[in-house]
């Protein structure tokens, strides 16, 4: 009995406390809900890692950055460091790897290659690997076939370890080329939807005149991963990779509120912050600011 009015006694302090508080509880509550993760695509602060990897990483996690995709891929090591190494240094931070950035180049990839890559990725328990670039040389719609042909059996391979492959756009690929757009007419066209997602460059999507949310319409679903970075200047499209205006997420004019409002029709999974430029030399302020613009004004 004692404990029973023990109780009673708490509950009903409890109940007086929370009408007390009245709205200020509820605003309380709200306010301590978890955001959803940020990532940091590391390719941003390229050269503060090569100057300090550990220093320069331990930043990224005290800025709040959950997630990390990778830009540094040679010979079965990333970073210079095996896939264990390096994932216990994520780890040991607070962070996750959930992707990386590596490239299949024209000429291709063997299938020895193609799996000593996907077994040093899985290694580390990544979910994604993703082909990042295409050399000027290569821009044409013969080769660009012939490349995608290369990254469906490396996507295959990929996704017997249990990795999706994916490809990351920049504003080429919007180029109309031989009577057609060959990101939409080729790549999306001949990419397998199962072994080839989509990581949409937001900033390199727009300075090529495209509307993210109408693809995401167009193409529900095949958009797991996106690139936040902004726009300081409007203009008129333009399809060579000029990257003067990159600015910090949300002190742009891309309206990221409203592409991340239809991240369920893209089929969104993962956000990553990138800047070309390194914030123009200070790299730390610049992500410093996107995560802070993310984490008040697009996720609200």
């Not at 009673?8 to 301590?32: E, F």
């Not at 996907?118 to 076939?145: F, G, L, S």
């Not at 956000?271 to 984490?295: M, W």
Request: charged share 25%; hydrophobic share 40%.
């Amino acid at each position: 009995m004692k404990n029973r009015r023990e109780f009673l006694k708490i509950s009903t302090v409890g109940a007086l406390g929370a009408m007390a508080l009245g709205p200020m509880a509820c605003a309380s509550s709200v306010a301590s809900k978890p955001v959803p993760g940020v990532g940091l695509q590391l390719y941003t602060i390229r050269d503060a890692i090569a100057a300090d990897l550990l220093g320069s990483l331990k930043k990224v996690s005290e800025l709040g950055f959950k997630f990390v995709e990778l830009a540094d891929y040679n010979d079965g090591k990333f970073y210079g460091k095996s896939p264990k190494e390096f994932k216990k240094i994520i780890t040991d931070l607070g962070m996750e790897i959930k992707s990386s950035h590596t490239s299949v180049e024209a000429e291709g990839i063997t299938t020895e290659s193609a799996k000593k890559m996907a077994d040093a990725h899985a290694e580390m328990d990544v979910e994604y690997c993703v082909q990042p670039w295409i050399e000027e040389v290569d821009r044409n719609v013969e080769t660009y076939k012939r490349m995608i042909a290369d990254w469906n059996k490396v996507g295959e391979i990929m996704k017997n370890v249990g990795i999706q492959f994916g490809y990351h756009n920049h504003n080429f690929e919007f180029l109309p080329t031989d009577g057609m757009v060959p990101y939409y007419d080729i790549f999306l066209k001949e990419m397998d939807a199962d072994l080839i997602t989509m990581e949409l460059d937001l900033y390199w999507a727009t300075k090529a005149g495209q509307d993210p949310v109408e693809m995401f319409k167009k193409y529900p679903g095949r958009f797991q991963l996106l690139h936040f970075k902004d726009a300081g200047q409007k203009a008129e499209p333009y399809y060579d990779v000029i990257k003067d205006d990159i600015t910090s997420v949300g002190a742009g004019h891309i309206d990221f509120k409203r592409i991340y409002d239809a991240r369920d029709i893209a089929g969104m999974k993962y956000l990553f912050v990138e800047d070309d430029n390194q914030g123009n030399g200070k790299p730390f302020e610049g992500i410093g600011t996107s995560i802070k613009n993310i984490q008040s004004k697009i996720f609200v």
